[in-house]
């Protein structure tokens, strides 16, 4: 079945340390992906996302990330992880193609220690 | 400023009864969407509408009902019918109904059933 995945519940860094969340997706063609972020009792936020051409997109935030074909993954970077990045990350994929569904990952925690 | 908005942001509920969420943006979009969010699971897709009186089910409709008689405005109706209505809802909108439309999220209703 197509899916996508976020392995890591819950992480943990440290302020000014670089950070790397996971996605993996279940497809046979490149999809549509989309990075989100939800503070506590928000709403969603997209970060980044990628359609076609350079694998490697910037998003807002300082945030990027780099889609893989041969390893079906688009996972998120920031080089130095600032305390207000504390927050829950979604990875949310377009399984049909360029229709008009996405499906989420189930979302990472991220939580900055001081 | 435009946005969405979801009112109210806690909705309290007894077993058995029906209860509206309201949805209302200023964004001049067409399409509009409607999620359930619960911990450990991510988004899931309720209800969307592409345009003004038309709407389609998405992965997880039974229980609830909406409608589209204006383009700001999105209302869903959590029935009786919902087996674990509790949950936080939250609503969306994108320009057009294709998935490379960002898609723009209200603050979200907690609705807890007692």
């Known amino acids: 079945a197509q899916s996508v995945t976020q392995p890591d519940i819950h992480i943990t860094v440290s302020e000014g340390a670089s950070l790397e969340l996971r996605c993996n997706y279940s497809y046979g063609a490149t999809p549509y992906l989309f990075w989100y972020v939800q503070s506590p009792g928000q709403g969603l936020q997209l970060l980044l996302k990628?359609?076609?051409?350079?694998?490697l997109v910037q998003g807002i935030k300082g945030f990027e990330a780099e889609f893989k074909r041969s390893q079906s993954s688009f996972n998120l970077r920031k080089p130095s992880v600032h305390w207000s990045d504390a927050a829950e990350y979604f990875c949310?994929?377009?399984?049909?193609?360029?229709?008009?569904?996405?499906?989420f990952g189930t979302g990472t925690q991220l939580k900055v220690e001081l | 400023d435009g946005g969405i908005t979801q009112s109210p942001k806690y909705l309290f509920r007894k077993e058995g009864q029906n209860v509206t969420l309201s949805c209302e943006q200023n964004l001049n979009h067409d399409a509009m969407y409607w999620y359930r969010q619960d911990p450990g699971q991510g988004l899931r897709l309720i209800y969307y509408s592409q345009i003004v009186n038309d709407f389609q089910k998405g992965d997880i409709a039974e229980g609830y009902s909406v409608s589209r008689e204006k383009k700001e405005s999105f209302p869903l109706t959590v029935t009786s019918a919902q087996k674990n209505p509790t949950a936080f809802y939250l609503c969306?909108?994108?320009?057009?109904?294709?998935?490379?439309?960002?898609?723009?999220f209200g603050p979200g209703t907690r609705l807890t059933v007692l």
């Open positions: 969306a909108s994108s320009r057009g109904a294709k998935s490379y439309n960002e898609q723009f």
């Open positions: 949310a994929v377009d399984l049909t193609g360029g229709g008009n569904k996405l499906t």
């Open positions: 990628y359609f076609s051409g350079d694998t």
